[in-house]
């Protein structure tokens, strides 16, 4: 019979002791490809979602849209990161005001622009908790490999996304 309380090693196979465990103490074996997550980042991970292609930041597509769109070039350094939002470094929101004075145009300008945006699908405008911000194609231009859970479910059904995908 085993004695719960004696000090135990983990050996290798040529029995040379790797770590010792006190009594009590568990020993988890992880094979390779395995990751450790914190609840945390469980969280997070759930509310995310991986799309097919990793770090893709601006897809070529993009270039076909700047030619139509003036503004968008200016408009894409602007997205944050998982959510494709268009805001400031700061995190405040980029109104039309905003978009006329970085993008050097006026408001009429902006906001034809912003209309033709919505309707090709390349930008939604959301209204949420009384404050409406523009929402960027994450099949367009996004920082990193996950979206969020909302901003994939926006565009799940986007025209860009398919001929992306049917792409890669």
Same mark, same amino acid.
């Given at each position: ?8 090693? +983990? +050996?290798?196979?040529?029995?040379? !002791? %790797?770590?010792? =465990? ?13 990751? !450790?997550?914190? #609840? ?30 003036? %503004? *968008?070039?200016? *408009? !894409? ?5 998982? &959510?494709?939002? *268009? ?6 929101? %980029?109104?039309? #005001?905003? @978009? ?9 300008? !902006? $906001? $034809?622009?912003?209309?033709? @945006?919505?309707? &090709? ?5 959301? #209204? ?11 099949? =367009?231009? @996004?920082?990193?490999?996950? +979206? ?21």
């Amino acid at each position: 019979m085993i004695n719960i309380e004696e000090k135990r090693y +983990i +050996i290798n196979s040529d029995l040379i !002791v %790797i770590d010792e =465990l006190e009594p009590g103490e568990q020993y988890v074996k992880l094979s390779q490809g395995d990751r !450790v997550f914190r #609840k945390s980042a469980k969280d997070y991970l759930k509310n995310a979602k991986e799309i097919k292609y990793s770090f893709i930041k601006i897809n070529p597509k993009i270039y076909e849209y700047c030619r139509k769109y003036s %503004i *968008l070039q200016t *408009l !894409v350094c602007h997205i944050g990161y998982m &959510d494709n939002i *268009l805001q400031f470094d700061n995190g405040k929101i %980029i109104t039309i #005001k905003n @978009m006329s004075e970085l993008c050097g145009v006026s408001n009429s300008t !902006v $906001r $034809r622009q912003v209309q033709g @945006m919505i309707a &090709d699908d390349i930008l939604h405008k959301i #209204k949420e908790n009384k404050t409406t911000y523009f929402m960027l194609n994450p099949w =367009l231009c @996004m920082r990193g490999k996950r +979206i969020d859970i909302k901003t994939y479910n926006e565009f799940c059904m986007s025209d860009i996304r398919n001929k992306t995908e049917r792409i890669n």
